[in-house]
């Protein structure tokens, strides 16, 4: 398989589940800054520079003023001299001075770009490492979480969280060691000008923090649940996309766009409010900085008229009081950012906790036993985790080397439930299998999964070639051992009417092909990856009798000699099997081969005659 084709593969199935999300509060965000920090840590260097550059951009930029206000006084000077005819304007020192605050705000530009760039990558490199870790956390996570969790969510924690997560660190730290140098910068530049004025513009600092502390209170629950129902409309267009046929087909419209209604307006109910209280930060924090700005100017202009202060002096001072309104005004803003930062990173790393398939346990590998097929169910016992249901109650059964082995019985009687704790899907709740005398669980999943070939009922294609889908079994197949399995499952023919043939795309809905052509080629991939242990459950459901028979001619010569679990309706398919186990309620009430079981007239010959009980009407 190409691996442009293996960057693309989706996850195609849709379950069903909850929207999923964090609750309304916060669970542990003291938690989540510990562990944003550890995910950091490996950047720590690269931060550090960036705070460095920051704070040197702002002081920088802090110290032109101050320049700034020597060529303003030199001009006075000049005016006054000019006045008294004792001399005139020194452009010349004028010059010099402006010459050294263009090169003071020169540096505070490279400075600044220099930071910008380095936390562009550190945060691009974070989301990667970010969207990697939760890539392989969906493989290592037991099926039975996507029982509970809908497919939307868990990309909206993909897509949507670690963006959030990312323009929020982006923003936030530039902005935070900018806000807090220039802050330092300017009280500094301000108490060597003018302490009275600067004791003026300090006194609006207390009144400004508990504007920002009320706001951050009201707005942060609001933060955390746009987050979560930002997930669930995701998670619901999802869904609702994936199934549009059968949501037309039912006329379900009205209800999915109800529904899809009332998740949009909790999610632009709570975005609205989030965002008009963190928006009510920068006018409010505006209007108290006017207020010292209105003071210092009254305040300024007694102090010029008395000598007290140069008029250099009070035009830096108000460029100061000017600039310090903005990083407090950053301060506020970089509040509102981490508040989205934070209910985005507890979703992100609530996922990345969740806990995983343990084979830590594992002692054997595949490669170091002989995997012949011999299989024994001792009384296996299993129920869902978080249900008190027991689905299989108590199954046992042995099964030899190359056995052809049918499970029939009802909807519902655990038929597909026992083929995936074959495959290690589920841990068991009690009991135990054995292949060759070896416990599943001394088996690492992924070693004892190459083992097995397995074509379910439902259909997993992704959007690449056929030959790509069908070479999905054994990624290093050569094209001649892909169009040679497509034969044995009689795959080839209908491949070769297609445009394009086996290069035809097939689109991400996978629907420019049929259901059972879809069939088709997941067989012909079970047949390429030529394992030693085959499940087949309802793999010919969906083809036409005539083709059907067919594949059972191609999966009999497939079967030979391979250990066979074949899950059936349609009982004519599995006569030749060697034994039949039949199931109801989780349980084997008969097992033997069909001549056996139709001899007992008892719970097989009724399933088996039902089926052809019109014929003989």
């Known amino acids: 398989m190409s691996e442009h084709a293996k960057r693309r593969m989706p996850p195609r199935p849709h379950g069903k589940g909850g929207h999923g999300g964090p609750g309304e509060k916060a669970k542990d965000f003291k938690g989540t800054v510990r562990k944003l920090l550890k995910l950091m840590a490996p950047f720590k260097f690269r931060f550090l520079a960036v705070i460095i550059l920051a704070a040197g ?31 005139g304007i020194d452009l010349v020192k004028i010059g010099q001075i402006l ?13 600044n770009y220099l930071q910008s760039f380095l936390m562009a990558g550190v945060t691009t490199r974070l989301s990667f490492n970010l969207r990697n870790d939760i890539m ?69 600092v207390p009144v400004s923090l508990m504007i920002v502390r009320s706001i951050v209170k009201l707005s942060q629950p609001h933060f955390r649940k746009q987050q979560k129902f930002l997930g669930a409309v995701n998670g619901h267009i999802e869904e609702m996309y994936g199934a549009h046929l059968v949501i037309k087909a039912f006329n379900g419209e009205e209800r999915s766009i109800k529904e899809f209604d009332e998740l949009n307006s909790n999610l632009a109910e709570n975005a609205r409010k989030a965002e008009f209280l963190s928006g009510l930060m920068m006018p409010l924090m505006g209007f108290i900085g006017n207020l010292g700005y209105v003071l210092v100017c009254v305040v300024g202009a007694i102090l010029v008229s008395k000598s007290n202060l140069t008029i250099g002096g009070i035009q830096a001072m108000l460029q100061y009081v000017r600039n310090f309104n903005q990083p407090i005004n950053q301060l506020a803003n970089i509040s509102s950012q981490m508040q989205r930062m934070a209910a985005a990173a507890e979703r992100v790393f609530e996922f990345l906790d969740v806990k995983e398939e343990d084979d830590s346990n594992a002692t054997l590998r595949v490669s170091d036993v002989n995997i012949e097929g011999n299989i024994t169910f001792d009384h296996v016992k299993f129920g869902y985790e978080g249900s008190d249901k027991i689905v299989i109650t108590d199954f046992s059964a042995k099964v030899k080397s190359g056995q052809k082995i049918a499970i029939v019985g009802p909807t519902g009687a655990g038929k597909t439930t026992m083929v995936k704790l074959l495959m290690r899907f589920h841990e068991l709740t009690d009991g135990a299998i054995y292949v060759d005398g070896h416990n599943l669980t001394e088996f690492d999943r992924h070693d004892l999964r190459n083992e097995f070939g397995m074509v379910l009922q439902d259909t997993w294609l992704y959007s ?11 990624l290093d197949a050569t094209d001649e051992e892909v169009i040679k399995a497509a034969k044995m499952a009689q795959v080839d023919h209908f491949v070769r009417t297609l445009p394009d043939g086996y290069a035809m795309e097939i689109n991400e809905e996978t629907t420019n092909i049929s259901q059972g052509q879809k069939q088709l080629l997941t067989i012909a991939r079970a047949i390429l990856a030529d394992p030693k242990i085959l499940i087949l459950d309802e793999a010919t459901s969906s083809v036409d009798t005539r083709t059907e028979i067919l594949i059972q001619r191609a999966m009999d010569n497939l079967m030979e000699g391979r250990t066979s679990f074949i899950i059936a309706h349609r009982l004519s398919t599995i006569r030749n099997a060697d034994l039949i186990l039949c199931m109801d309620k989780g349980d084997i009430v ?3 081969n069909h001549d056996e079981l139709m001899a007992l007239n008892g719970f097989y010959a009724n399933l088996y005659n039902s089926q052809f009980e019109h014929l003989a009407q």
């Open 136 to 204: 392989q956390k969906i493989n290592r996570i037991p099926l039975g979480f996507f029982h509970k969790q809908s497919q939307g969510d868990v990309l909206s924690r993909i897509t949507n969280d670690v963006d959030t997560l990312e323009q929020a660190l982006t923003q936030s730290i530039t902005q935070f060691a900018t806000s807090v140098t220039t802050l330092v910068g300017i009280m500094t530049m301000m108490l060597i000008t003018s302490p009275l004025l600067t004791l003026i513009i300090v006194i609006t």
């Open 57 to 87: 951009a702002s002081l920088f930029n802090v110290i032109g003023p101050k320049v700034l206000e020597k060529a303003t006084n030199e001009v006075a000077d000049g005016v006054f001299r000019m006045a008294k005819n004792t001399g």
């Open 99 to 111: 010459l050294i605050l263009l090169f003071v705000y020169l540096v505070s530009a490279t400075f």
């Open 464 to 474: 690449a070639s056929i030959m790509d889908n069908i070479r999905y079994g054994k």
């Open 590 to 592: 008969e097992q033997g």
